[in-house]
């Protein structure tokens, strides 16, 4: 009798801070947006840390038309697309999953993450789950989980790539092993993952041999 071949594995990716280098870019977003609400912007981008547009109005603005923040938001983030490029480990390391291997889970817009991607060169994966695809964003595991479901696979076969506590606990919630970068926090607030790296670039090798083997490649 054959051996069965193994399960089928895949990488669920966070696409700010992960796939794209956008620290700079919303720090800059929020400020101004902060600004002219006359907000602290410390305290406002404190909020913002993997989290959905939303869900950061709603802890730091509650009295706002959170609708209109969005699309207000939206127009700042679009005045300057030359600050949300990919980092440039990120077309190769995408080249090399199947389509069907990998997803997105974003807490910003699906859309945005599609032209970023385009934009670099990267390859678009078949699965995108953006803030809006979800009743409850990161902490919650729905994000993932949902893209789990679209992709086929179990939970326990998808590898989480994060840069933020709330991405971490999400793929934790969702029963996922995760891989966190130091892109955009220091490593000890990321203690609650798998394994913490620099970069994408370091995190590359593990996340092929996890899609391409059956044990963990740390």
């Given at each position: 009798m054959p051996?069965?071949?193994?399960?089928?594995?895949?990488?669920l990716f966070d696409a700010d801070g992960v796939l794209v280098d956008s620290h700079a870019g919303y720090r800059q977003v929020w400020d101004r947006w902060s600004e002219l609400h006359g907000l602290d912007p410390d305290a406002v981008?404190?909020?913002?840390?993997?989290?959905?547009?939303l869900d950061t109005l709603a802890d730091v603005a509650p009295h706002l038309d959170a609708r209109a923040e969005v699309v207000r938001l939206g127009q700042l983030v679009d005045d300057d697309p030359d600050a949300f490029s990919l980092y440039p480990a990120v077309p190769a390391l995408l080249a090399q999953?199947?389509?069907q291997r990998w997803a997105v889970v974003t807490s910003g817009d699906d859309h945005r993450v599609v032209d970023r991607l385009r934009a670099g060169g990267a390859p678009v994966p078949d699965v995108v789950v953006g803030g809006a695809s979800v009743t409850r964003g990161k902490p919650d595991p729905e994000g993932y989980l949902l893209a789990?479901?679209?992709?086929?696979?179990?939970?326990?076969?998808?590898?989480v790539v994060e840069d933020a506590p709330a991405g971490v606990g999400a793929g934790r919630a969702a029963g996922m092993p995760v891989i966190a970068l130091t892109t955009s926090n220091p490593a000890s607030a990321l203690a609650d993952a798998d394994l913490v790296v620099g970069s994408l670039?370091?995190?590359?090798?593990?996340?092929?041999a996890w899609v391409r083997a059956q044990a963990p490649a740390w």
């Open positions: 051996t069965p071949p193994p399960p089928a594995r895949a990488v981008h404190a909020a913002t840390h993997g989290r959905r547009v999953l199947h389509p789990a479901r679209l992709l086929g696979v179990a939970p326990a076969d998808c590898v670039a370091d995190a590359a090798p593990h996340l092929l």
